[in-house]
């Protein structure tokens, strides 16, 4: 570096984020549960993305769906990190409190965009603390993709980093008009050639850990595109790195 000119670099720490679901639903993994439980997947999914993109990661479990804990679960964390994520809750049910939360002790700044699937996604402040609310289905939570790796470089100083690919799609599609669609993809050779496309993945469905486990890419329709042909051209996001 000397030998360059240069003398001094800047730095930026690495960003502090803290990760909670909520639902009274959720097991911490490992034990057995009883009928109407599930294993809550979505934050050791989440802290791999996290890590990946750069990130210190505090673990803050499951919260109950009572919304005094969550108020304070999240204004403790909000006080030493740089940014608050949380999966579940954030819906329209009756056990759906977050978006109450953070309007109880920030401001929440949008509540469901027209994403497939992922619309009750959200983002806002609780205590000067950023938080991204995420779905509690665990395709729906990977809409970290789209929003959180965005926010973490942002917070860690990085200039904007485009990983949009583009690639020809290898099926015939049709969407509705006005609503992004994210597809799980992997690629694949194609034809005589062995040219590079990308391929979605037979099974689709929101709440599928096996779909999820086996893709690679998310295939980001935008909302304009409602007839895609099979060599069309699509926006394409690596899933986990």
């Given at each position: 570096?000397?030998?360059?000119?240069?003398?001094?670099?800047?730095?930026?720490?690495?960003?502090?984020?803290?990760?909670?679901?909520?639902?009274?639903?959720?097991?911490?993994?490992?034990?057995?549960?009883?009928?109407?439980?599930?294993?809550?997947?979505?934050?050791?999914?989440?802290?791999?993305?996290?890590?990946?993109?750069?990130?210190?990661?505090?673990?803050?479990?499951?919260?109950?769906?009572?919304?005094?804990?969550?108020?304070?679960?999240?204004?403790?964390?909000?006080?030493?990190?740089?940014?608050?994520?949380?999966?579940?809750?954030?819906?329209?049910?009756?056990?759906?409190?977050?978006?109450?939360?953070?309007?109880?002790?920030?401001?929440?700044?949008?509540?469901?965009?027209?994403?497939?699937?992922?619309?009750?996604?959200?983002?806002?402040?609780?205590?000067?603390?950023?938080?991204?609310?995420?779905?509690?289905?665990?395709?729906?939570?990977?809409?970290?993709?789209?929003?959180?790796?965005?926010?973490?470089?942002?917070?860690?100083?990085?200039?904007?980093?485009?990983?949009?690919?583009?690639?020809?799609?290898?099926?015939?599609?049709?969407?509705?008009?006005?609503?992004?669609?994210?597809?799980?993809?992997?690629?694949?050779?194609?034809?005589?050639?062995?040219?590079?496309?990308?391929?979605?993945?037979?099974?689709?469905?929101?709440?599928?850990?096996?779909?999820?486990?086996?893709?690679?890419?998310?295939?980001?329709?935008?909302?304009?595109?409602?007839?895609?042909?099979a060599g069309d051209l699509v926006n394409v996001l690596p899933l986990w790195s």
């Amino acid at each position: 570096m000397i030998g360059l000119g240069i003398r001094s670099v800047g730095l930026f720490a690495k960003p502090q984020v803290a990760i909670l679901s909520t639902g009274d639903e959720l097991g911490g993994g490992g034990e057995q549960l009883p009928p109407g439980r599930i294993d809550g997947t979505n934050r050791p999914m989440l802290r791999l993305m996290l890590e990946r993109a750069g990130a210190d990661v505090t673990d803050l479990g499951i919260v109950i769906d009572d919304p005094k804990e969550i108020v304070s679960a999240l204004v403790s964390a909000a006080a030493g990190h740089d940014l608050l994520i949380s999966s579940g809750g954030a819906s329209a049910g009756f056990a759906d409190h977050l978006t109450a939360a953070v309007s109880q002790r920030g401001y929440l700044e949008f509540w469901k965009l027209d994403i497939r699937p992922g619309k009750p996604v959200g983002f806002g402040d609780i205590d000067d603390c950023p938080i991204l609310l995420l779905p509690g289905n665990p395709v729906a939570a990977a809409g970290f993709v789209l929003l959180g790796r965005a926010l973490i470089e942002k917070i860690g100083g990085e200039s904007k980093v485009d990983r949009r690919l583009v690639l020809p799609i290898g099926i015939d599609f049709t969407k509705s008009a006005g609503t992004v669609q994210v597809l799980l993809a992997r690629i694949e050779s194609h034809g005589p050639t062995g040219s590079t496309r990308v391929m979605p993945l037979g099974q689709q469905g929101s709440a599928s850990l096996a779909a999820l486990a086996a893709a690679q890419f998310l295939i980001v329709l935008r909302p304009e595109q409602t007839t895609i042909v099979a060599g069309d051209l699509v926006n394409v996001l690596p899933l986990w790195s």
